[in-house]
């Protein structure tokens, strides 16, 4: 049963425009939310997070907004450069101090920006 | 320069041979993990240390064993009891929990072919 689901598994958008990623997860004790972005070959790499308490976290050209009622969450990208293209994992946890261990991830969804 | 070193980055083995693979990481982070992604899947969980000598199961880790005899150092034994060995495979490391202060870094992981 997944816990965290990005039902996209790719999506497309043009140099410049707006980069929309989704997420949505059923487990209501997760309480903080994460995005990795992965190369091809590489290693995840983290991007941004947000918790429960917060709706949107900003930083660059990244905001995720997190709507809690609706168990969703998403990741903006403004504006989409082709660096951008790669494999965004969205992961949630329950607890985000030292005690939390466990990451949920979702299956993905392949962003390509196209120049 | 800090980082996570997974090695090899290729590994072919036989079915009903155990096979270890190398993790290790020169953050001083205190906890570690290993992830095995699967095409089109997110990132599972097969086990975490939070301290040397310490280590607890994640959400696969039936096939799998690990050690954590020195904090550096994290190996995962793939043995032949795993049913489908056929993955990549991805260390991580982080200070405490994976929370906001302390995202998880991961290494570029190690692609398992077992035939």
């Known amino acids: 049963d997944q816990q965290v689901k990005q039902n996209s598994p790719s999506l497309s958008v043009q140099e410049g425009r707006i980069s929309i990623l989704n997420c949505d997860y059923t487990?209501?004790?997760?309480?903080?939310f994460l995005w990795y972005k992965k190369y091809p070959a590489e290693g995840p790499t983290f991007l941004i997070s947000i918790s429960s308490i917060k709706d949107k976290n900003e930083d660059g050209r990244f905001t995720v907004f997190l709507n809690k009622s609706a168990k969703h969450l998403s990741l903006h990208i403004v504006p989409s450069q082709p660096g951008d293209s790669a494999v965004y994992f969205c992961a949630a946890s329950e607890g985000s101090g030292a005690g939390s261990y466990q990451l949920t991830f979702g299956k993905g969804t392949k962003l390509s920006v196209i120049p | 320069d800090g980082g996570i070193t997974q090695s090899p980055k290729y590994l072919f083995r036989k079915e009903g041979q155990n096979v270890t693979l190398s993790c290790e990481q020169n953050l001083n982070h205190d906890a570690m993990y290993w992830y095995r992604q699967d095409p089109g899947q997110g990132l599972r969980l097969i086990y975490y240390?939070?301290?040397?000598?310490?280590?607890q199961k994640g959400d696969i880790a039936e096939g799998y064993s690990v050690s954590r005899e020195k904090k550096e150092s994290f190996p995962l034994t793939v043995t032949s009891a795993q049913k489908n060995p056929t993955a990549f495979y991805l260390c991580?490391?982080?200070?405490?929990?994976?929370?906001?202060?302390?995202?998880?870094?991961f290494g570029n992981g190690t692609r398992l072919t077992v035939t």
């Open positions: 240390s939070q301290i040397v000598n310490d280590f």
């Open positions: 991580a490391s982080s200070l405490l929990g994976h929370g906001r202060n302390s995202p998880l870094h």
């Open positions: 487990n209501s004790m997760f309480d903080y």
